[in-house]
C-alpha cells in the first residue's frame, strides 16, 4: 500500500548517503583534521570539499575551532555526542524493533595510551586521569609534554578534584623523553602546537588529534575539562574495539 504522505529523511541518511561527505565524517570519526589533510585523504578538490564541509557544519554533525598553532588554520572535529543522537533515533523512525538494546558488559581489555601537550600541565593530565578513572585504573597511559611545566596548574587539579573525584595533587609534570623508550598503541595529541613535534614511537602507535584550547589562556578550566570527558568517554568504545593483537 502507498504511503498516504511524505515522511522526512532523517538527518543522519540526508548527510551520511553522499559518498564524499560519508568519506568526511569516516575521516573526522579518528581524530580532528584541517582541510589540507582531509582534501588529500578523500582525493577531491578543494572547493568541493569545503562545500560539503559546509554542508556538515550546518547540520550540526561537525564543528571546527581555529588552530591555536597556526590562525590561519581550522581543525574540523565530528560531533559524536549529536551523531550518537542521530543514530540512536534512526532505527525506530523505521521500526521501533530496530530500537538499540545495551550490549552486555565484558571484562575489557585495555590498550596503552599517551595523552600529550606543549606543557603537561592541564590538558593532558586531565585526560591522563579522566581515562584512567574511566577504566577503573585498567588502563595502561601516560602522559607527557614537549616542553613541560614545573607543575600542573593549580585549576586544572581543582576541576579534577571538584567535579570528579580525583586527586594528581602529586603528579609533576613529565618531558616527551621520559616517555620516548615506551611502547604505545595511541598517541593522542590535545594541543595544536605539539602535533607538530609529535616524535616516532616504536610500534607505530595509531595517532589521534584533539584540537582542544589551551585552558590557563582562555580561563575555561571546567570546559575544556567538560570537553576532554566527553572525548575520552567517546574513545573507551574505540579503545575496547581495537583488535585483540593490539590489546595485549
Not at 504511503?3 to 568519506?23: D, F, I, K, N
Not at 589562556?217 to 571546567?222: Q, S
Amino acid at each position: 500500500m502507498a504511503s498516504s504522505g511524505r515522511h522526512e529523511v532523517p538527518l543522519l541518511v540526508r548527510m551520511a548517503a553522499h559518498p564524499l561527505r560519508w568519506a568526511l565524517l569516516t575521516e573526522l570519526a579518528g581524530g580532528d583534521r584541517r582541510v589540507r589533510e582531509l582534501v588529500a585523504a578523500v582525493g577531491e578538490p578543494q572547493n568541493l570539499v569545503s562545500y560539503h564541509l559546509r554542508l556538515l557544519r550546518s547540520s550540526g554533525l561537525v564543528g571546527s575551532r581555529r588552530s591555536s598553532f597556526d590562525g590561519r588554520d581550522s581543525y574540523y572535529r565530528l560531533d559524536l555526542e549529536r551523531c550518537a543522537g542521530e543514530l540512536a533515533a534512526l532505527g525506530p523512525a523505521l521500526h521501533p524493533a530496530l530500537a538499540t538494546r545495551p550490549i552486555p558488559p565484558a571484562e575489557p581489555a585495555w590498550p596503552s595510551v599517551l595523552f600529550l601537550c606543549t606543557g603537561n600541565s592541564a590538558r593532558s593530565p586531565i585526560a591522563e586521569a579522566l581515562l584512567r578513572h574511566r577504566s577503573g585504573g585498567r588502563a595502561p597511559v601516560a602522559s607527557a609534554g614537549s616542553r613541560p611545566k614545573d607543575e600542573l596548574h593549580p585549576r586544572a587539579v581543582g576541576v579534577l578534584r571538584r567535579t570528579y573525584g580525583i586527586d594528581v595533587g602529586r603528579r609533576r609534570p613529565r618531558h616527551l623523553d621520559e616517555v620516548a623508550g615506551h611502547r604505545f598503541h595511541y598517541v593522542v595529541s590535545l594541543c595544536d602546537k605539539v602535533r607538530e613535534v609529535v616524535p616516532a614511537f616504536d610500534g607505530q602507535p595509531r595517532l589521534v588529534h584533539w584540537s582542544v584550547p589551551d585552558p590557563a589562556r582562555t580561563g575555561g578550566f571546567d570546559e575544556v575539562a567538560a570537553e576532554i570527558d566527553a572525548r575520552v568517554g567517546q574513545l573507551v568504545p574505540v579503545l575496547l574495539a581495537s583488535p585483540s593483537e593490539v590489546r595485549t
